[in-house]
């Protein structure tokens, strides 16, 4: 046990050192499959080398637990976040001893490939990795499969789904989903509006060309909505006509014209008090006052720089409108109120929430992704994700 723990964080040292050495090519090789701006970029360097950093110190204890690794699995994945995903899972699966097939996204190939066939990591380590090149997983593949994650859209994890019942395979979807907040202070002076603002257009906007790992809308009680929507108003205008736009939007973001236009009809439809878009080329980001919180725009992941701020007007209301979630990542709550914290948990089917601080801060001790079904870990290791449980009884 101790010998593989001592490989485990050679292993972790050598990839970070080996990441930390070629880091102009991954930023160069990131932005070519990323919407992402440099700073967002550098920040996603920064917490992998973070991850990589503390992984040794914080997982390395569930080794000396009952843990069996699941076998022959396979992991599917979408291009954004192409350095954290490329990374992050494929570790976790690999230390957890199985024998791991990715096929990563045609647009995520080359810093896939890069950092597991350039880096030496696979050699040294003897890992049982096998990098699909082809979109199809043929027959073969399949065959004996134990598990397959998957991250990306609703339609190809529909087919996914499909592949594996016929197969009798365990399927993980991370689904196209977003966090969300839930503000509720019954004691107003406890809460710093401002501050809240600032961090939630911080998380908002850190990943532009993405819907995961940011907040993508503010339930805010109906008392406070007004004092809450005027700040985030101030804040936004404020922004948007700052420097600091740049680093998260990018004057050459390459974005699909048609799925703005979609956005924006969806916006509509939800029939908001006001649509404020940036004066930039594409009028990004956009925020989106007092929408309707049972419309499909709200109930939506978007892969654009678009924030919604809504009001509820009960404890009651608000859960419904939860309930209409299809994909559920993660909820932000914000609340004096041990006993509302409480019931949102219990009334809730989310695994992850974050309590009276920003999601982003979890994110190096959580390792990576959000909660079932839409993302996975909750608050624990992947390694856990990646293996079985078992008990030894004994007569």
Not at 50 to 64: A, G, I, R, T, W
Not at 206 to 224: L, P, T, Y
Request: proline share 4%; net charge positive.
């Amino acid at each position: 046990m101790k010998n593989r723990q001592n490989e485990i964080s050679s292993l972790c040292k050598d990839l970070l050192n080996w990441i930390k050495k070629n880091k102009n090519a991954l930023l160069l090789l990131n932005s070519k499959c990323s919407q992402d701006t440099e700073f967002s970029m550098s920040n996603d360097f920064d917490f992998v080398c973070s991850v990589l950093e503390s992984f040794y110190k914080n997982n390395l204890h569930l080794f000396n637990q009952r843990l069996k690794p699941k076998g022959k699995v396979i992991i599917i994945l979408s291009y954004n976040e192409p350095m954290t995903m490329s990374i992050i899972p494929v570790l976790n699966a690999l230390v957890a001893g199985n024998k791991l097939t990715v096929r990563p996204s045609s647009r995520g190939r080359d810093i896939f490939n890069y950092i597991w066939r350039e880096s030496g990591i696979i050699d040294k380590y003897k890992l049982d990795l096998k990098i699909r090149e082809q979109d199809s997983l043929s027959d073969a593949e399949l065959k004996n499969t134990q598990a397959l994650y998957f991250f990306g859209g609703y339609k190809n994890a529909k087919k996914m789904s499909i592949l594996c019942s016929k197969y009798f395979i365990e399927f993980y979807p991370q689904i196209e989903a977003a966090d969300f907040k839930i503000i509720k202070y019954d004691h107003s002076e406890n809460f710093d509006i401002k501050q809240d603002v600032e961090t939630t257009l911080n998380e908002a906007f850190s990943h532009n060309g993405q819907s995961c790992q940011r907040v993508q809308g503010v339930f805010v009680a109906e008392r406070d909505y007004k004092k809450y929507s005027d700040n985030m108003l101030t804040s936004f205008n404020k922004f948007c006509h700052s420097s600091e736009i740049k680093n998260y939007i990018s004057e050459n973001l390459d974005v699909d014209k048609k799925i703005i236009k979609s956005t924006i009809l969806e916006i509509s439809k939800s029939k908001p008090m006001k649509i404020i878009k940036a004066p930039t080329k594409l009028g990004l980001p956009i925020l989106v006052l007092d929408p309707n919180p049972a419309s499909i725009f709200v109930q939506s992941a978007y892969f654009l720089p678009v924030i919604w701020i809504a009001k509820y007007s009960s404890e009651k209301e608000l859960l419904e409108y939860i309930g209409l979630r299809q994909f559920h990542l993660g909820i932000n709550i914000q609340s004096d109120n041990e006993d509302f914290i409480s019931r949102i948990i219990s009334n809730t089917n989310y695994t992850r929430y974050t309590v009276n601080t920003d999601h982003s801060r979890v994110r190096p001790e959580e390792g990576w992704g959000g909660t079932w079904p839409s993302g996975y870990t909750g608050y624990r290791s992947w390694i856990e994700l990646f293996s079985y449980p078992y008990e030894i009884i004994r007569k």
